[in-house]
């Protein structure tokens, strides 16, 4: 008779746990969804990985609308302000570009952007004056 009642009440257990969890699955189902507008801003992001050194060409760029609260400072809103700029940094896919990143605009693009002007001509004798040692 002990045995019984364990059953019994397991089953009744399990059968309130059902119902209980059954209705709120239903009310869930039935909650209305809330939605809220977030202000957001264009920012121009990369369309894919781009390398050091890349010269930027429209396919390059995507606008993307991100929120205005967390937007990246110093981002760029149009596209046409970087087309012809060199990166100095690679940048992946959907990152913003930032000015940190990218050569100044009288610079173009490739690498020379990248070696500061008063180390190119000792960048190039040091490896000279090493390759002759070396013979």
């Known amino acids: 008779m002990a045995r019984m009642r364990v059953f019994i009440v397991l089953a009744l257990a399990i059968a309130a746990g059902g119902t209980f969890a059954f209705g709120t699955y239903r009310y869930m ?18 369309a894919s990985d781009l390398q050091l050194g890349a010269e930027l060409k429209a396919t390059d760029l995507r606008t ?25 940094l690679p940048v992946v896919q959907n990152e913003p570009f930032l000015p940190s990143k990218l050569a100044p605009k009288e610079a173009g693009a490739g690498l020379p952007p990248v070696i500061q002007p008063g180390y190119r001509l000792a960048t190039c004798s040091r490896v000279r004056a090493w390759t002759s040692w070396r013979r």
Do not use: D, K, Y
Not at 29 to 46: F, G, I, K, L, Y
Not at 79 to 84: A, C, K, R, S
């Open 64 to 88: 993307i609308q991100w929120p205005a609260g967390a937007t990246p400072e110093g981002s760029f809103s149009n596209p046409e302000e970087l087309v012809g700029r060199g990166l100095i």
């Open 29 to 46: 189902q039935n909650v209305p969804a809330r939605t809220v507008e977030v202000p957001t801003s264009h920012v121009v992001v990369a």
